[in-house]
T-cell receptor
Framework: GAVVSQHPSRVICKSGTSVKIECRSL??????MFWYRQFPKKSLMLMAT?????????EQGVEKDKFLINHASLTLSTLTVTSAHPEDSSFYIC?????????????FGAGTRLSVL | AQTVTQSQPEMSVQEAETVTLSCTYD???????LFWYKQPPSRQMILVIR??????QNATENRFSVNFQKAAKSFSLKISDSQLGDAAMYFC?????????????FGTGTRLKVLA
């Protein structure tokens, strides 16, 4: 149990286009989802916390208008990188947490490698 | 603010031997969770082990165990009988127990190499 699916696993796009990444909890309801960015050989940097039915909470320094997060259901959160530029190229990872009465474990997707040309 | 420090960027261990990865953290909270996650070359983050701060007993999961020293704010991971499949990046993570705050704070990671 506790499987998180992230799609696509890899995307290449032209500068100026928008890219949507999906994160789905397959066998549980995720009241909270998280979006991270990971640079090569670096740790995970939390970008935002997404709660179902409410606006995402962004970490300091993360542009809300650049990285749009939607958590419309208990099993799906999306991250849209708007007007992508080469500096947005990175590895993006989502995770999901089961809810208030949880073991407080985050379950991670397999990540999306974004390359902006 | 809480911080997590992993002072070993890279470690090596011979297959079948034991290795210990260190993690220290700083917090003013008394109740929290600590985790070790493994990130193999596939980049999929996998939970290795979890410790609740209010529990004195060290967590164990098969070949993986922790040495949790709350007063020293230390949370090391011991891997016994190391296997080639253990080669990965290992991240230590902290999470407050208080409700409404679910985010993790990650350390910078330790790359573990397992030598055949």
């Amino acid at each position: 149990g506790a499987v998180v699916s992230q799609h696509p696993s890899r995307v290449i796009c032209k500068s100026g286009t928008s890219v949507k990444i999906e994160c789905r909890s397959l066998d549980f309801q995720a009241t909270t989802m998280f979006w991270y960015r990971q640079f090569p050989k670096k740790s995970l940097m939390l970008m935002a916390t997404s709660n179902e039915g409410s606006k995402a909470t962004y970490e300091q320094g993360v542009e809300k208008d650049k990285f749009l997060i939607n958590h419309a259901s208990l099993t799906l959160s999306t991250l849209t990188v708007t007007s992508a530029h080469p500096e947005d190229s990175s590895f993006y990872i989502c995770s999901a947490s089961r809810g208030l009465q949880t073991k407080n474990i985050q379950y991670f997707g397999a990540g999306t490698r974004l390359s902006v040309l | 603010a809480q911080t997590v420090t992993q002072s070993q960027p890279e470690m090596s261990v011979q297959e079948a031997e034991t290795v210990t990865l260190s993690c220290t953290y700083d917090t003013s909270e008394s109740d929290y969770y600590l985790f070790w996650y493994k990130q193999p070359p596939s980049r999929q983050m996998i939970l290795v082990i979890r410790q609740e701060a209010y529990k004195q007993q060290n967590a164990t999961e098969n070949r993986f165990s922790v040495n949790f020293q709350k007063a020293a704010k230390s949370f090391s991971l011991k891997i016994s009988d190391s296997q080639l499949g253990d080669a990965a990046m290992y991240f230590c993570a902290y999470r407050r127990r208080a409700s409404g705050t679910y985010k993790y704070i990650f350390g910078t990671g330790t790359r573990l190499k397992v030598l055949a």
